[in-house]
């Protein structure tokens, strides 16, 4: 008999302010926004499937499926990510249910869904294994199980190690989430309870940024990660400084005189056996 994990409440009030800072939506209408099509499309989703999107965010990958005609559930640990996801939806003419809740404490039964679905956002939960579990407890046999997440040694991973000495302790226990990324640890979290797992990594084309520096500040203004390193280290302009001038410099390596980054990620997709 499956059951629903218990949430760790501690966890939950500190993950729900991180991303309540900024404005996560705009980076995902203004620079990752074709993520959520990408794993639509490879998780063969179509009419009348039941979809649940975790950590959808304001819904780049439910808002897809709902626009197939899918029966389209957008579940979220942000209260503000999802009232954004509404109002997305609802200009878009897309009919989907928004749900507040932790990937890692999925309120719904087991068995429940034709495909499960995060486009970077599950990878963001700290406890991996128990979000895996979640995923998988909640997706029917035979149905899919389709991800996103940013690889650690790609244009995001290297801007969270960037970040990381930067940042707060993370929480006891908590996993990098980058290795999300990497398809063994996936392969592990999902263990023998899958079948047909297959994973390719593909490259994001973003050129929203016309230089490192403008990357810098919208990514220091829009995205909670971000906005909680400069706010850790608020009261050290000289570390403000370097940190500036880290992130700058990494986004003039990766546009290398062009006018477009290649962000790397994993699609991962495999059937609940």
């Not at 939950?12 to 099509?37: F, I, N």
């Amino acid at each position: 008999m499956t059951t629903v994990t218990e949430p760790d409440r501690g966890y939950e009030s500190k993950h729900r302010a991180l991303w309540a800072l900024g404005d996560y939506a705009s980076v995902a209408t203004d620079v990752v926004a074709p993520l959520g099509p990408v794993l639509v499309s490879a998780s063969g989703i179509g009419a009348g499937d039941r979809v649940l999107d975790v950590a959808a965010g304001s819904g780049n990958a439910a808002i897809p499926a709902a626009l197939l005609g899918a029966d389209v559930i957008a579940s979220d640990l942000c209260p503000e990510l999802l009232e954004r996801g509404r109002r997305l939806a609802q200009a878009r003419g897309a009919r989907l249910r928004w749900m507040e809740a932790n990937a890692e404490a999925l309120p719904f039964g087991g068995d429940a869904f034709d495909a499960v679905l995060s486009c970077i956002g599950v990878m963001f939960a700290p406890h991996h294994q128990r979000s895996a579990d979640e995923l998988l407890r909640v997706c029917r046999p035979g149905g899919v199980i389709g991800l996103i997440s940013w690889t650690p040694e790609g244009f995001v991973g290297q801007m969270f190690a960037t970040l990381k000495p930067y940042l707060p302790p993370p929480l006891p226990g908590a996993q990098p989430a980058p290795l999300w990324g990497d398809d063994n640890h996936v392969r592990d979290l999902l263990s023998d309870r899958i079948t047909g797992f297959a994973a390719r990594r593909e490259m994001l084309p973003v050129a929203t940024f016309g230089d490192g520096a403008a990357f810098r500040d919208f990514f220091k203004a829009n995205y909670g990660p971000t906005v909680a390193a400069y706010r850790e280290i608020a009261g050290d302009p000289d570390r403000v400084a370097a940190l500036d001038a880290e992130l700058a410099a990494l986004g003039d390596r990766h546009l290398a005189g062009g006018s477009t980054m290649r962000w790397e990620y994993l699609l991962v997709t495999a059937r609940k056996r």
